[in-house]
């Protein structure tokens, strides 16, 4: 049985509305406003169209974009072959990661033969004197990076994920690519400034400035930028800074690249870290340091675009990094598991370490094919909207990162816990596991926390329902304006919540017979999500928004289905491909993830309801208010 069609909500008029009137901030505090209202300014105003993980939260999963997976082409493939087998060879040759990690410094002569791989340049076109590789194989590129060396994964991904040549191939001058690109490709170091002392994860309080003066037509920078990777070594940065405000409360935030050697530029500490050892991050200061107006990213005010933008992408090769390294610990602890004997029987064998393996094994296909999906997204078109997709594989991949490398402990026992230098000098297999660990705990943190990009996603899943119903409770709204869009919205859930309730028939155009009762259930799901989102709006209105966990378990679920389906679209294609090294093995393996990835969606659905979340929220300040 088909079921009706989904309404499509009507929003031809909301985009005339200023884009912070789907939320009443009425009742917010002056810097809460300007941390939202600034968020929202730099949204891009319509939800994203045609995405498979966007759609998963109105009820009706739209399989198109990956059904058939959106395969590497050939061609693509062989190229990227081509570079991953000389940059492979490399690494085994050249570099060793441990000691590396021991010194806190990268040798020059690793750098250079990078450099002279092309390795600064993966994606920047050959025009430019880059690889011109795709976006897929630039992942590919960090998976293989991932399962060797943090530090060189961290160092070529602040280069060209977040560093100046991945803003400029999306909004570049073609003057900006001729001069930058050029130089970054053969191998000048690159990086990012954005955080501040006061500015991590909320860029309105930004208090870098940049000010023109019209004498000479450039801008003047005057600030401090705190944790800026690759800053002690770069030739040239992106540095976010705010010009005068056009609006009050309204900061206006731009991009400017910078040369390092510009008179008032200032590396005044190089900071060390728990683990990334030789991360190459430093507190930069700007003492009227002055820029040409040509290296302006972009317009004036535009800069979180550039930043957001930047960073959908960037943010994909932080769980690509996670794949390699997961593969990496999976083989160590295949290794060791079936192995090492305890309590009569391999440690493998027992249960408890069994289902470990199991789960590292499943995460990692997983985390994958979510990091191949998006990739392919962006080679499809550079520009796609990819917020939703890339924002779950960095959140979900990154925490699946870290427990694989936290079993990978666990597993190893004390071995697990030990230096790999303290191993070898007792005779004992070197296996790194404790500076995996140390390399791996912050990926939850940088380039978008775990729990921003929780926000981040909640606010793009309720994007339609806010654009409906958000005016109708927006008391800064004239009444007219409120009534007009309750009569829309009206409309439109008649006929779109109904339609919620109705059981999933069909699996969806081109699933595998194998996986059908699979993505039968991602679709009742999606529905039973979409209800569950849309009770909560009704019952907290406008006060959702402070329901962060609640929220977060939305995420969770739409997360848990967005990596089903991107595992069995994979697998799919892995299987019709002949790819797989085992048919059977793979099926099984994907049926296991869907069966686990369900129960969690259950259990989240269920503390949806039955939680202890008021609680905590008030257990948290025991102590602090005394
Ligand atoms: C090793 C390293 C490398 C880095 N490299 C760079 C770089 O190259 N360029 C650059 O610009 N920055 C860089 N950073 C900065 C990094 O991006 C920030 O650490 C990150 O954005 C978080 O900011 P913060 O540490 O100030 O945390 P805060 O923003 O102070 O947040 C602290 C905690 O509160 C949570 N939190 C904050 N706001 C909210 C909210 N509204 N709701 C719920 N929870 C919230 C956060 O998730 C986090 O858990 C780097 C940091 C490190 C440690």
């Given at each position: 049985m088909k079921t009706p069609a989904d309404p499509k909500p009507n929003l031809k008029d909301q985009g005339?509305?200023?884009?912070?009137?789907v939320i009443d901030t009425s009742k917010m505090s002056q810097e809460e406003r300007a941390a939202l209202e600034l968020a929202e300014a730099s949204r891009v105003s319509a939800g994203p169209k045609n995405s498979f993980a966007g759609s998963l939260f109105m009820g009706s999963p739209d399989l198109e974009?990956?059904?058939?997976?959106?395969?590497?082409?050939?061609?693509?493939?062989?190229?990227?072959?081509?570079?991953?087998?000389?940059?492979?060879?490399?690494?085994?040759?050249?570099?060793?990661?441990?000691?590396?990690?021991?010194?806190?410094?990268?040798?020059?002569?690793?750098?250079?033969?990078?450099?002279?791989?092309?390795?600064?340049?993966?994606?920047?076109?050959?025009?430019?004197?880059?690889?011109?590789?795709?976006?897929?194989?630039?992942?590919?590129?960090?998976?293989?990076?991932?399962?060797?060396?943090?530090?060189?994964?961290?160092?070529?991904?602040?280069?060209q994920s977040i560093g100046v040549p991945q803003p400029l191939l999306v909004f570049g001058t073609e003057e900006q690519k001729q001069k930058f690109l050029t130089r970054t490709a053969k191998g000048e170091i690159s990086a990012f400034a954005l955080t501040e002392p006061n500015v991590g994860s909320d860029p309105a309080k930004m208090s870098t400035t940049a000010?023109?003066?019209?004498?000479?037509?450039?801008?003047?920078?005057?600030?401090?930028?705190?944790?800026?990777?690759?800053?002690?070594?770069?030739?040239?940065?992106?540095?976010?800074?705010?010009?005068?405000?056009?609006?009050?409360?309204?900061?206006?935030?731009?991009?400017?690249?910078?040369?390092m050697d510009a008179p008032g530029v200032e590396i005044t500490h190089r900071c060390r870290f728990m683990g990334l050892k030789a991360l190459y991050n430093g507190v930069v200061t700007f003492d009227n340091v002055r820029v040409p107006k040509e290296n302006l990213i972009l317009d004036e005010g535009r800069g979180l675009k550039v930043a957001l933008t930047t960073l959908n992408t960037g943010r994909i090769t932080l769980p690509a990094a996670c794949v390699g390294?997961?593969?990496?610990?999976?083989?160590?602890?295949?290794?060791?598991?079936?192995?090492?004997?305890?309590?009569?029987?391999?440690?493998?064998?027992?249960?408890?370490?069994?289902?470990?393996?199991?789960?590292?094994?499943?995460?990692?296909?997983?985390?994958?094919?979510?990091?191949?999906?998006?990739?392919?997204?962006?080679?499809?078109?550079?520009?796609?909207?990819?917020?939703?997709?890339?924002?779950?594989?960095?959140?979900?991949?990154?925490?699946?990162?870290?427990?694989?490398?936290?079993?990978?402990?666990?597993?190893?026992?004390?071995?697990?816990?030990?230096?790999?230098?303290?191993?070898?000098?007792?005779?004992?297999?070197?296996?790194?596991?404790?500076?995996?660990?140390?390399?791996?705990?912050?990926?939850?943190?940088?380039?978008?926390?775990?729990?921003i990009m929780r926000l981040f996603i909640a606010r793009e899943a309720l994007d339609p329902h806010l654009n409906l119903g958000g005016p109708v409770l927006n008391s800064t709204l004239p009444k007219k304006v409120r009534a007009k869009a309750a009569f829309k919205s009206a409309l439109f859930y008649a006929r779109w919540y109904p339609a919620k309730w109705l059981p999933a028939f069909s699996a969806g155009k081109g699933v595998d017979k194998r996986f059908r009762s699979d993505m039968r259930k991602v679709k009742s799901l999606s529905r039973k999500l979409s209800r569950?989102?849309?009770?909560?709006?009704?019952?907290?209105?406008?006060?959702?928004?402070?329901?962060?966990?609640?929220?977060?378990?939305?995420?969770?679920?739409?997360?848990?289905?967005?990596?089903?389906?991107?595992?069995?679209?994979?697998?799919?294609?892995?299987l019709n491909t002949g790819k797989a090294e085992n048919a059977n093995d793979l099926v099984k393996l994907v049926k296991y993830f869907c069966k686990s990835s369900r129960l969690k969606a259950d259990g989240l659905f269920r503390n949806v309801r039955n939680n202890a979340d008021s609680e905590g929220y008030k257990v948290a300040r025991i102590g602090v208010d005394a």
């Open positions: 005339k509305l200023a884009p912070t009137s974009p990956i059904f058939p997976f959106p395969a590497q082409s050939i061609e693509d493939e062989d190229q990227g072959d081509a570079f991953l087998s000389k940059l492979e060879t490399f690494l085994e040759e050249n570099v060793d990661a441990d000691e590396i990690d021991r010194t806190g410094e990268i040798p020059d002569e690793v750098i250079d033969g990078l450099a002279r791989l092309g390795a600064f340049g993966i994606k920047t076109p050959t025009q430019y004197g880059g690889l011109g590789l795709s976006q897929t194989n630039y992942s590919r590129a960090a998976m293989l990076l991932g399962g060797v060396c943090g530090n060189l994964t961290a160092l070529l991904s602040a280069h000010e023109l003066d019209p004498a000479t037509n450039e801008y003047v920078i005057n600030g401090e930028k705190l944790w800026c990777t690759n800053g002690v070594k770069a030739g040239v940065i992106v540095v976010m800074a705010r010009m005068p405000d056009s609006k009050p409360g309204r900061p206006k935030i731009s991009a400017l690249i910078v040369e390294m997961a593969k990496t610990c999976i083989d160590w602890c295949d290794d060791w598991a079936f192995n090492r004997v305890q309590w009569g029987q391999e440690i493998g064998k027992h249960d408890a370490i069994a289902q470990k393996l199991a789960k590292m094994k499943a995460d990692t296909f997983a985390i994958e094919a979510m990091v191949r999906y998006v990739s392919a997204l962006v080679d499809a078109d550079k520009k796609a909207d990819i917020r939703i997709e890339a924002a779950f594989a960095k959140m979900w991949g990154t925490e699946r990162g870290w427990e694989i490398v936290d079993d990978t402990m666990q597993i190893r026992g004390g071995r697990g816990y030990e230096t790999a230098d303290s191993l070898k000098a007792r005779g004992d297999d070197p296996v790194p596991v404790e500076r995996f660990f140390r390399d791996c705990r912050i990926n939850t943190i940088f380039e978008g926390s775990s729990e569950r989102l849309f009770h909560s709006m009704l019952r907290y209105g406008p006060k959702l928004d402070k329901k962060q966990v609640l929220l977060g378990r939305f995420v969770e679920i739409g997360a848990e289905l967005f990596a089903m389906t991107a595992s069995v679209a994979y697998a799919q294609h892995l």
